[in-house]
């Protein structure tokens, strides 16, 4: 007999408390289950996103969902902030010599 598992989606907020939470020093599979969070390595996966896009990452909406426009206008401001930044520090860095 197989299993039949109905997906889950969670709130920005929840994974938000769930990725600084851990950060913290917590324990995943504690988090997970206080969350009632169904799948302990989903909070691996919005770590991830969020080292590498910051709480953007963890607004995304999945390729093939529909996203209104003004939602979609608002997640490339805000990639488009990320990448200002970005360059903000790599010219930064290019001013500055390192020291080896």
């Not at 996103?49 to 963890?58: D, H, I, N, R, S």
């Given at each position: 007999?197989?299993?039949?598992r109905k997906s889950k989606s969670y709130s920005f907020e929840l994974k938000l408390i769930a990725v600084n939470r851990v950060q913290a020093g917590e324990s995943v599979k504690i988090v997970a289950k206080q969350l009632e969070i169904v799948d302990p390595d989903y909070i691996y996966v919005w770590i991830k996103?969020?080292?590498?896009?910051?709480?953007?990452?963890?607004k995304r909406k999945k390729r093939n969902s529909l996203i209104d426009d003004k939602e979609k206008i608002k997640e490339l401001e805000m990639e488009n902030e990320i990448l200002k930044k970005y360059l903000q520090i790599l010219k930064r860095e290019e001013k500055e010599p390192s020291s080896k």
């Open positions: 007999m197989s299993t039949i996103k969020y080292e590498t896009y910051g709480e953007v990452g963890l």
